[in-house]
């Protein structure tokens, strides 16, 4: 059974830091890229970053580079997302999936599959 787990949300300031993990099973990483999106109250749901571990590559949307940096370890399955000085406007729930690609012209929610529960990342001013 493939599952995908986001976590590692909380509430931090303005300026502040998270790491958010998606841990996955049921399926290989050198098959698959990771995509994070998020979903902001009232808005909806957008792509963030995503990796491709097979030929170590990855993306991010222009409003979270410099800031975010993905990664992954592919022993234990999981890929991190590392949220350097968040904004509020980084304020969503975020989520993990699975897909075929990884590039501006793919991260798109209708492209990917296997959605975990989200994980709630607040940042106050």
């Known amino acids: 059974e493939v599952q995908l787990q986001a976590s590692g949300g909380g509430k931090v300031q303005a300026g502040g830091s998270l790491r958010l993990s998606c841990s996955a099973s049921?399926?290989?990483?050198?098959?698959?890229?990771i995509g994070w999106f998020r979903q902001a109250p009232g808005k909806e749901r957008e792509g963030v970053s995503c990796?491709?571990?097979?030929?170590?590559?990855?993306y991010y949307v222009d409003s979270v580079k410099g800031r975010f940096t993905i990664s992954s370890d592919n022993a234990k399955n999981t890929v991190y997302l590392q949220m350097n000085s968040l904004k509020p406007e980084d304020t969503a729930v975020y989520y993990c999936a699975r897909g075929r690609a990884c590039s501006m012209f793919y991260l798109f929610p209708l492209k990917y599959e296997d959605w975990g529960q989200g994980t709630l990342v607040t940042v106050s001013s």
């Open positions: 049921g399926f290989s990483f050198d098959d698959y890229t």
């Open positions: 990796i491709d571990t097979s030929i170590d590559d990855s």
